[in-house]
């Protein structure tokens, strides 16, 4: 199994939502490996709103909140920060190319992570809504990562619509452009060899959604 495969988990929902705070952040700074850390090799291609990435698979001993406390510390780095269940994530700009470090516990005082930073400050290509999204459906967050089955694309959107509402229109796009499937809370959608998976929120003020494509096996 790749390095990127053994992190196609965490490249997931916590991942995409804080990552949508990453262009909104600056920092003067970007982190390097951490001391002591075994590199894991490269995580393989990365793109985030259009901006390509570089990606490093890493891993030290040292619990994710130890390091991310020091790596928090270091001088001009500023970086902003956000708790997972298992981990940390920190984000940041140096310059205008944005970077993010996510920290999961691997083992008992052991972490894994994957340090991601941009190669150029501009996109090259418009991240564009999906097909199957409903009319008003704003794309706030698309990141594409790919691994030996193929590329994974996780999009976040917003919509004014109530979430029943939103999740109504959702099945009408996704069953005219010939999605399969559906239902509950986390409603998984297939076509051909494609799999669908939504998660619709509740906001204050309309509805948001999560989604991750990713090429089902064999």
Known sequence: MTGAARHRAPMSGCLALAMGMLWNHAASAQPGMPPGAVDLGWGGPVRVN??????????????PGDLADSL????????WLLPLPDGVMLSGLRGNRPWLMQLRQSRPGATQGVLAVGLAGKAEGRALPA???????????????????????QQVYVHD??????????????SAQGWRGGGGGLMAWRQARRVLQLVVVARRQGSGLLAIETEAGE
């Open 161 to 174: 619509a109530d979430a029943v509402a939103f999740s109504r229109s959702l099945h009408a796009g996704l």
């Open 72 to 79: 928090a510390r270091q001088p001009g780095l500023d970086p």
């Open 131 to 153: 097909a199957w999204a409903p009319p008003g459906a704003k794309l706030l967050l698309d990141v594409r990562t790919q691994d030996e089955r193929g590329w994974v694309v």
């Open 50 to 63: 259009g901006v390509r990435m570089d990606v490093r698979l890493f891993e030290v001993r040292q619990s």
